[in-house]
């Protein structure tokens, strides 16, 4: 069902900044930027069933990767942001995982929440370093090899930058299908259900859980990057806990037990979000109050729900 | 050698209040198995109302009476636990833990925003009772008599929190709902009540913590969520769902932070969280935590 989606989903995303205005492209290439994010993120809640509280340390690891590169390094080309981005967080995703692959339940949550929080004090701390609070500006990048043909960031945005964004989304999601298709991610799913017989059909469970962690860091890594030029400054607020708190959120609003539910939780929670800002001061609250009815009414989340809808409906039709 | 006695009281001043926030965190956890992402929230609402109650509402009472309203930080929290607990987190205890992190969350993002509509952005405090009992000497320094106050309701606390659970028919029960629930219930413990009662005390030291740091600091938005990451690394150390643990943990982060901040104040923080790592790696219940 969701191939077949793809193909006028995906036409539809082309031609959609041709209908909307860049503002609106802009906030959309944001849900999806966070979609790869939480697509990352599903793999280990979703598939291998481990629930990270400490995804902002991997998204801010990608940003901070391409913030330094621009200060230190003077780098402007994107394809090197994303590779410096992939790197770094292959190294810390390493490191961290390492650790906490040892743990499930809500130890595996609490140990990826600690080590996140290492990273964001760092990032706090050392401010001649990381800017502090202030953080780090990070100007308009060269896309492939070309620099923007406009001066007004705006058009660029919403133009060039979101097509890019656009390819390396769609790249991500034809990849991680593939995983969680393959016989690896069939093994991460027999250790999520039953981990027990997992290991009695010889699946070696520690390293699997490992692999996952890596990918699904590795793919948060590269939103922080893609995040960076689009936010033009990266600040430790994405490395604090309440960040990796959202990631879960648009995972769960979506529907973490499915392929797609990740990705359309982060594009309509960004819109809620962005909406929620805009209209009320106490837009935490709103957030708050539909995160708690969420999780009592409808804790498949959006795509889980439609689908239990069309089921019924497919039920009664056929009567 | 003066100054290590400084030291000395600044890192028990930091323990006491981080073991009133961990340990309600902890003893939530031991007996409800429920990690409570909105108890450092508790821990500001506690700041919160007795700032308001001091500098607002009785402001220019008699000091003596001000210092009796200290209290009533940790009633409101533990009031606000009452409600939440039956209402909120009960139908989660069966549910799967991504679901209890998740309604908690929410209920952080709730207490968040409550806290600023009750209270505006700007912060606020209750300086008139740190100043008026002054200073005393220690050696050739001046130190503020407040601080051994909070010192001593910590330790207070503690001791309190160890007769009510080890001397208590209440303690009793408590500890057996803890270790085993169904059997508890099989036995004719009221477990709901149970429940209730634990995450009401849980709330009161939260909100206690607040209420004993607001004369010395003020109750600022944001305030809960920086204390409960703290609170975390306290339990985790020590082991969550264990007193003793949360009062260790406290003592070590306490230690570590007074001498994080004069030798090494980049990565203080830094530090902290790696010992919480660490002890994790080693020892993945904490120092005093069942592996249950």
């Known amino acids: ?319 | 050698m003066d100054i290590l006695v400084v030291h000395l009281f600044n890192a028990l001043l930091y323990a006491s209040v981080l073991f009133l926030i961990a340990g309600g965190l902890s003893l939530i956890y031991g007996v409800m198995r429920i990690v409570n992402l909105a108890h450092g929230n508790l821990y500001a609402v506690g700041a919160f109302l007795t700032a308001s109650a001091v500098s607002q509402w009785f402001a220019g009472s008699e000091s003596a009476f001000l210092y009796l309203l200290l209290p009533v930080g940790a009633l409101g929290a533990a009031a606000i636990g009452a409600v939440l607990e039956p209402t909120l987190l009960r139908p989660f205890y069966r549910r799967r833990e991504e679901y209890q992190l998740l309604v908690t969350f929410g209920l952080l993002m709730i207490l968040e925003d409550l806290i600023r509509f009750v209270w505006g952005p700007y912060p606020i405090s209750a300086t008139t009772l740190f100043s008026k009992i002054g200073s005393m000497k220690v050696g050739e320094f001046f130190y503020p008599r407040y601080n051994l106050l909070v010192i001593a309701v910590g330790a207070l606390a503690a001791l309190f929190l160890w007769a009510f659970i080890y001397r208590t028919k209440f303690g009793v029960v408590l500890r057996a709902t803890s270790q085993d629930m169904r059997r508890a219930a099989a036995l004719g413990v009221n477990v709901n009540l149970v429940y209730v009662e634990a995450f009401t005390i849980g709330c009161f030291m939260a909100g206690l913590g607040g209420a004993m740091i607001v004369p010395s600091q003020s109750a600022v938005l944001g305030m809960g969520v920086d204390a409960l990451v703290l609170a975390f690394i306290v339990v985790v150390t020590g082991g969550l769902g264990s007193l003793e643990g949360a009062a260790v943990g406290a003592l070590i982060v306490g230690a570590v932070r007074e001498i994080g901040v004069t030798v090494f104040p980049e990565i203080e923080l830094a530090v902290l969280y790696l010992i919480a790592a660490i002890v994790l790696l080693i020892r993945p219940a904490g120092l005093f935590g069942r592996t249950t």
Not at chain 1, 107 to 135: E, M, N, P, R, Y
Not at chain 1, 176 to 201: C, Y
Not at chain 1, 216 to 240: E, H, K, M, Q, R
């Open chain 1, 1 to 319: 069902m969701t191939a077949a989606w793809a193909v006028p989903i995906a036409v539809l995303l082309v031609l959609l900044p041709r209908a909307i205005n860049p503002y609106q492209t802009i906030l959309l290439t944001y849900g999806l930027v966070m979609a790869i994010a939480a697509l990352g993120f599903n793999l280990l809640l979703g598939y291998t069933g481990l629930l990270s509280f400490g995804h902002s340390a991997y998204f801010g690891v990608g940003a901070y990767a391409v913030a330094f590169m621009v200060k230190y390094l003077h780098v402007d080309s994107m394809e090197l942001f994303l590779l410096g981005a992939i790197v770094a967080s292959i190294v810390i995703t390493a490191l961290f995982g390492y650790a906490c692959v040892r743990y499930t339940q809500i130890f595996f949550s609490i140990l990826t929440l600690a080590l996140s929080q290492v990273l964001w004090s760092l990032a706090f701390k050392f401010f001649w370093v990381t800017g502090g609070t202030d953080g780090l500006r990070v100007p308009t990048p060269k896309l492939m090899g070309a620099a923007s043909s406009s001066e007004d960031k705006i058009h660029f945005l919403a133009t060039g930058y979101y097509y890019y964004v656009l390819a390396v989304f769609a790249v991500c999601v034809a990849l991680m299908w593939l995983i969680v298709h393959s016989p690896f991610g069939k093994a991460l799913q027999a250790i999520r259900d039953n981990e027990t017989r997992a290991r009695f059909v010889g699946i070696q469970i520690r390293r699997y859980r490992f692999v996952a962690f890596l990918v699904s860091g590795v793919f948060t890594g590269i939103a922080g990057a893609l995040w960076v030029p689009l936010n033009g400054l990266t600040t430790p607020d994405i490395l604090y806990w309440p960040f990796s708190g959202e990631i879960v959120f648009m995972t769960v609003l979506g529907g973490f037990r499915n392929f797609t539910g990740p990705i359309v939780g982060a594009v309509v929670f960004n819109y809620l979000k962005t909406y929620a800002v805009g209209h009320t001061v106490y837009w935490q609250a709103l957030l708050g109050i539909i995160l708690v009815v969420l999780v009592l009414v409808l804790p498949t989340g959006i795509v889980g729900t439609i689908g239990l809808l069309r089921a019924r409906a497919r039920k009664k039709t056929s009567r």
